[in-house]
């Protein structure tokens, strides 16, 4: 444990508490999870709000802070949240309860063909339903149980425009390279081609796309959306419209296996 001499955690008033509930075993266990996983290196590394306060404060964030995001709001009280964070072999808790830290830090300057690696671990997944979503946190723990059935999943990332609304893509990256794979050759151009198993979530049917292949399509979507002059070009039909189409069905396979080779070779790609 930290001493004052070694660091000095920001303290933070704990405000905007929620109704306590029920810290049973399963619960308890999920609330420690999340909180390991924002401090891990499937998370850590990207999430930039973290990383800030982190950077200020030795390494320290406060819990409060945490509190607040929206997968942990209905941990409550906070003090319960403390006490748990205090048995992690992962975390360290600060001596007043009031901040969290790694107990080994993470090295954040990955290297090139770590990052490449990841990618090729990483599918992206179009057409997730999204127009009556409620609340995305309770959308993202449904689409990580469904993954998580198709092959173990390290992270799962809702991607919002603009930083804001999800339109439905998430990236899924999976454990290994052979689970990702797998499940590309499985789903991967399933609306054009029948003989092809189509993956549905809640009625329905999914877009399976490589990293890559995701990337060159906003890099499409990007291209047609700005003229020459650089003026954003306008359409009442929505960003879709510009979107280039997938994949026919008679080059559906050679697709997908010249972008799991062209993912294999690292001096070749520009992820």
Known sequence: MSTESETKPVSTSRRGSF??????????????????????EFNFPYDKFLRTMAEKNDGWVPISSIATFNRMKKYRPIEKVVEILRTSKIL???????????????????DKEAIFEQNKRTLAIMNIPHENVESLSDLQHSLEEFFNKLGEVNQLRLIRVSGKKFKGTALVEFKTLEICQDVL??????????????????GAKLDVLTKKQYNMQREATRSKNFGGSGQRSRSFTGHRKNMPKLTPPKEA??????AIDSETKPEESKD
């Open 92 to 110: 360290e808790v600060s001596e007043d309860g009031e901040n969290v830290k790694r107990r080994v830090p993470l090295v954040l300057n990955k």
């Open 185 to 202: 050759k499985t789903y991967a151009g399933a609306k054009d081609d029948e003989s092809k198993e189509v993956l549905s979530f809640e």
């Open 19 to 40: 109704a306590p509930i029920d810290f049973t075993e399963d619960i308890t266990k999920e609330c420690l999870k999340q909180v390991e996983f924002y401090f891990s």
């Open 253 to 258: 396979e050679k697709d997908i296996a010249s």
